[in-house]
């Protein structure tokens, strides 16, 4: 009966030591600033897990946290781009205010390219298989810098302000370069009549009276007027 007696004494002492050590756990206010390892930035709005109660908390803009833990919670502190980082709150403090600097050490993350394109799956075949793929950047740069292109380009634009004011002032430079006397003909230029005997043994003006040759009246009893 006594064996019994000391066997429950020491089930109720171990069970008031349990109770007394779970009433020692003292609450705290944890607070500190999450930094950057290089630089010493705050890293915005890290977050903070406590792990053995599963509460997470955020950081702010700047990096400041503040939230009510226990001794010996174990904080976990992650980011995007940043690896993860690991503070244990020690045990028997003697306020109940805490505070830290916890530095992160950024963590560069390389992802594969993902292209998207407004297709869909049903279109998969017909554009991938039955037409060519899309041209690259490349391939486009390439394109777009072509010297025949540019210049066919270059050809139908107007004229800008710049370009027109400096041709206006060559035709007047022209113009003016003549004042006061009669300018050159070109009926006494040798040069414009071997041209103009040139043009004509070639039949240059024949092709140009048939295409400015008027077409025929669609009646053909109608007398045209010459």
Do not use: C
Request: overall charge positive.
């Amino acid at each position: 009966m006594k064996r019994y007696s000391a066997i429950a004494i020491l089930i109720l002492a171990f069970t008031l030591q349990v109770f007394s050590q779970k009433r020692e756990v003292k609450v705290i206010t944890f607070s500190g600033y999450v930094l950057t390892a290089d630089s010493l930035m705050g890293v915005p709005f890290a977050h903070v897990t406590i792990l053995n109660k599963g509460r997470v908390a955020t950081a702010g803009p700047d990096g400041y946290f503040s939230f009510a833990a226990s001794e010996g919670d174990t904080l976990y502190f992650t980011s995007v781009s940043f690896k993860p980082s690991v503070y244990i709150i020690p045990n028997k403090l003697e306020s109940d205010k805490f505070s830290i600097i916890q530095l992160m050490t950024r963590d560069a993350i390389y992802l594969n390219p993902t292209y998207i394109f407004p297709w869909r799956r049903e279109d998969f075949h017909e554009v991938f298989l039955e037409t060519h793929p899309p041209e690259t950047d490349l391939e486009r740069a390439k394109r777009n810098l072509d010297r025949e292109r540019l210049a066919a380009l270059g050809a139908k634009m107007e004229p800008d302000g710049k370009e027109a004011g400096s041709q206006a002032l060559r035709n007047s430079s022209a113009s003016k370069y003549y004042y006061g006397q009669t300018a050159p003909q070109n009926i006494f230029n040798p040069l414009a009549w071997a041209q103009f005997i040139q043009a004509w043994k070639n039949g240059d003006f024949k092709k140009k009276a048939s295409s400015d040759t008027p077409a025929p009246p669609a009646d053909p009893n109608a007398n045209p007027q010459y």
